[in-house]
């Protein structure tokens, strides 16, 4: 089983930056794809951002050219580098990563328990 813990997330005023951190933990032999997702209330949660082991990258229309994704394989870390925050950013952001326990292991999705950021006008 693997664990992923976010940390990073707080209230900012619009146009500010935030950084979100996600590490993963636990029985992992690799990880694939790690991603952002955020959802707020009555919504569906949607992605943000993701990126592959190889580091392509991925991003919702909504945050490209604020939003930064990145990662650190060897601390099993992803991170979220949020500028230029709109109050419409506002949501609980959720990391995500697709992970193994050994090399012939089925991949699996694991989700963080979110972390809130909440933009003021």
């Known amino acids: 089983q693997a664990q992923l813990v976010e940390s990073g997330g707080g209230l900012v005023q619009a146009g500010g930056s935030l950084r979100l951190s996600c590490a993963a933990s636990?029985?992992?032999?690799?990880?694939?794809?790690m991603g952002w997702y955020r959802q707020t209330p009555g919504k569906q949660r949607k992605l943000v951002a993701s990126?592959?082991?190889?580091?392509?990258?991925n991003y919702a229309d909504s945050v490209k050219g604020r939003f930064t994704i990145s990662r650190d394989n060897a601390k099993n870390t992803v991170y979220l580098q949020m500028a230029s925050l709109k109050p419409e950013d506002t949501a609980v952001y959720y990391c995500?990563?697709?992970?193994?326990?050994?090399?012939?292991?089925?991949?699996?999705?694991?989700w963080g328990q979110g972390t809130q950021v909440t933009v003021s006008s």
């Open positions: 995500t990563a697709t992970a193994r326990r050994y090399y012939w292991s089925s991949w699996a999705d694991y």
């Open positions: 636990g029985s992992i032999s690799s990880i694939s794809t």
């Open positions: 990126i592959r082991s190889s580091d392509n990258t």
